[in-house]
Structures are given as C-alpha cells and as structure tokens.
C-alpha cells in the first residue's frame, strides 16, 4: 500500500519557523519529484515547492522563494520542507505528492498537515 505521510504542522507566530516532514512508504520513491503543495480555505490547491529525484533541481513558488527549502534523503524515503518567516497568508493544509518519472501529474498524495500562521 503506497501511503505519504506528513508531519510536523501547527500553529505559529508571524515570523516563527515549521519544518514538515513526509515519509513514504509502499513503494520506490526515490526516483520521483516529490512536491508539496497547500490549500487554503476558499482557494485552490497550489504547488508551493518541488525537488526532483536527486535534489539537483527544484522550484518554489514566488511567493515562497527565500523563506522555503525543500530537501530529501531517499535513504529514508523523506522529504522535507524548512519553513521560515512565516506569514498569515502561509496559513493552508500541506500536501505531499509524489510523481514518478514517466508521469505528468502527481498520481500520490498524503494525507496533509495544517499550518496556521497567527498575526
């Protein structure tokens, strides 16, 4: 059974720092880009940030780009996302997703941690 698991989300101040976490598991991951992406209430879901299978290459979204890092260890089938600076409007549901190499879209996806941003 392929599941993504996330981890680590909550409520923190303006400006604090979350670093979430999701394990995979059921299959080889480590071939895949992995992505985060959030939902807000009344919006629709967005990719925030995603690194490809090696960490060689990632994106993130421009209103994340400095405060966000994604990272990986395929030995352990994790991936990460280091939030800092946060602001009330990063308050969202986060997503894991996976997509295999051949593929367009991302086919896996966790079950979401909600981070709450308060001001």
């Known amino acids: 059974q392929v599941q993504l698991v996330e981890s680590g989300g909550g409520l923190v101040q303006t400006g604090g720092s979350l670093r979430l976490s999701c394990a995979a598991s059921?299959?080889?991951?480590?071939?895949?880009?992995m992505g985060w992406f959030r939902q807000a209430p009344g919006k629709e879901r967005e990719l925030v940030t995603s690194?490809?299978?090696?960490?060689?290459?990632?994106y993130y979204a421009d209103s994340v780009k400095g405060r966000f890092t994604i990272s990986r260890d395929n030995a352990k089938n994790t991936v990460y996302l280091q939030m800092n600076s946060l602001k009330p409007e990063d308050t969202a549901v986060y997503y894991c997703?996976?997509?295999?190499?051949?593929?367009?879209?991302?086919?896996?996806w966790g079950q979401g941690t909600q981070v709450t941003v308060s001001s």
């Open positions: 997703a996976a997509r295999p190499r051949q593929s367009t879209a991302y086919p896996y």
């Open positions: 059921g299959r080889t991951f480590s071939s895949d880009t």
């Open positions: 690194i490809d299978w090696d960490g060689g290459s990632t």
